[in-house]
């Protein structure tokens, strides 16, 4: 600290910031110097000093940060989803910034719910009876398991016990919930006569999962859930369709995945959907249907804990609300509005990036080091939604000096950090997840990282 450059420092930040930052400094210098050739870093005190700067920097920055997403998946668990509407942000910042009337009824001064403030929107948009929001779909179905059938049987088509990904798998849901798996139909065909003869005095439900992220094709069969519905009204057992993503609105983009509504009208008895995903909202699990289901689940003690938090709730009225005017939605809600573009949109802004690329790479003398180039490309939606489906959008290709795979590693480890496609021998930028706001920031990262590939050749 009492090197050059180490008054600096002390000037600028806390001395307990500086020493903790030497600290690590020096110790990874000295296991990069006991287990790498010595010889090539010896790091002077102004080097050193330099990487201290960094450090300082680095560890008073948040460890989550924004990035751009131009990897052509729109909705990327991966990568946080969806982005929220500004109506939502607002909502969110206000329910964060200010104490509210979560759980408090204005009118008579006392203790209210937390559901209260969506339940009718919920209701008025699915045509349900009741509603009740928790943290997210997982959640959502483990609590309907629980509260419908714990200790009994539930009954699912083989085609059905699906795995969305980060370790949800039905079966799995299932015994954690406490409720016995009675699995019918094979893993193509599933008939109504399956759910029929498999119902002994031991069911407690019947239970439709969307299959989401895959799609059998073929020689296949699925029981329809107005089917599912009128046997389970017929045998007196209640009807639960989980239907993962969810389409609320009646969106041109989002018209193959079930919809919310028609399996509430269909006669769904409970019908469980993500917020995040097509939906566009916040991380939420919702629950939508019949009254008596939705006022148990609520008084369910798991209910509490996997509540969902004041910004969340905030979030997800506030985009709810813009789904009563559908085309309010598609144009404010980000997921919604990058499903419906059109690939004229995607062509000009591929355009517009390619040449924001060029100009910054000729200011810095390095246009001849980059091959810059647009054409058509295929996005998906993402969420583990409309799997077969592919988006016509547009990309620009980048063919470095340094290789495609550096370049890649470099996009991502730019200040504002970069998802690409890559290729054998070039890198793919997809205008599908991106705003038109975003280029000129990618512009920037891209340069930072063609500097920084040739940096570390030269
Ligand atoms: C995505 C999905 C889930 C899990 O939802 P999360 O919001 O990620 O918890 C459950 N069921 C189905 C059918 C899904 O597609």
């Not at 400094?25 to 990069?32: G, I, L, P, Q, S």
């Not at 929001?133 to 088509?157: D, I």
């Not at 989980?242 to 399996?263: K, Q, W």
């Not at 930028?429 to 063609?450: G, I, N, T």
Request: charge should be negative; include cysteine; proline fraction near 3%.
């Amino acid at each position: 600290m009492r090197a050059a450059g180490g008054a600096g420092l002390l000037v600028a930040y806390p001395r307990s910031a500086v020493v903790a930052a030497c600290r690590d400094v020096v110790a990874e210098m000295r296991t990069r110097i006991l287990t790498e050739d010595a010889a090539g870093h010896e790091a002077g005190p102004l080097d050193l000093m330099t990487l201290v700067d960094e450090r300082v920097r680095e560890r008073r920055q948040t460890h989550l940060k924004r990035l751009i997403n131009a990897g052509g998946v729109i909705v990327n668990t991966n990568l946080g989803r969806s982005a929220l509407a500004p109506e939502a942000v607002a909502a969110a910042t206000e329910a964060a910034t200010h104490y509210s009337n979560l759980e408090y009824r204005l009118e008579t001064g006392e203790r209210g719910s937390r559901h209260e403030h969506v339940e009718s929107l919920l209701v008025e948009l699915t045509g349900a009876e009741a509603a009740m929001v928790v943290n997210n779909n997982a959640a959502a179905v483990l609590l309907m398991l629980t509260v419908l059938a714990a200790g009994q049987e539930v009954v699912v088509s083989r085609g059905q016990l699906v795995e969305i990904g980060g370790s949800f798998r039905i079966p799995d849901i299932l015994r954690l919930s406490g409720a016995r798996l009675v699995e019918v139909g094979t893993t193509n065909k599933t008939r109504l006569s399956d759910y029929a003869d498999a119902i002994t005095t031991e069911t407690a439900l019947l239970l439709r999962v969307h299959t989401s992220n895959f799609k059998v094709v073929g020689f296949a069969e699925e029981v329809p859930i107005d089917e599912l519905a009128r046997l389970g009204e017929a045998r007196r057992i209640p009807v639960a369709d989980d239907v993962g993503s969810g389409a609320l609105a009646n969106i041109a983009a989002v018209a193959e995945e079930p919809s919310v509504t028609a399996s509430v009208r269909c006669g769904a008895d409970v019908v469980t959907f993500s917020g995040d995903k097509l939906l566009g909202g916040p991380q939420a699990g919702l629950i939508v249907g019949r009254r008596i289901w939705v006022e148990a689940m609520k008084r369910h003690p798991l209910a509490r804990a996997v509540r969902v938090d004041k910004m969340t709730l905030a979030a997800l009225e506030a985009t709810l609300l813009l789904y009563r005017e559908p085309e309010r939605a598609i144009s404010t809600v980000p997921t919604l509005r990058l499903l419906s573009r059109d690939e004229q949109d995607s062509r000009e802004m591929a355009e517009r990036l390619a040449e924001a690329i060029c100009r910054r790479l000729r200011e810095n003398g390095a246009l001849d080091t980059v091959e810059v180039g647009t054409q058509k490309a295929d996005a998906l939606p993402g969420g583990g939604a409309l799997p077969l489906w592919s988006i016509a959008s547009w990309e620009v290709t980048l063919k470095a000096v340094g290789g495609a795979a550096h370049l890649e590693t470099a996009l991502r480890l730019a200040p504002v950090p970069v998802v690409s496609r890559v290729t054998r021998d070039r890198v793919h930028l997809v205008m599908a997840a991106l705003e038109p706001e975003e280029l000129e920031l990618l512009a920037d990262s891209v340069a930072w990282a063609v500097a920084h590939v040739a940096g570390d050749e030269g």
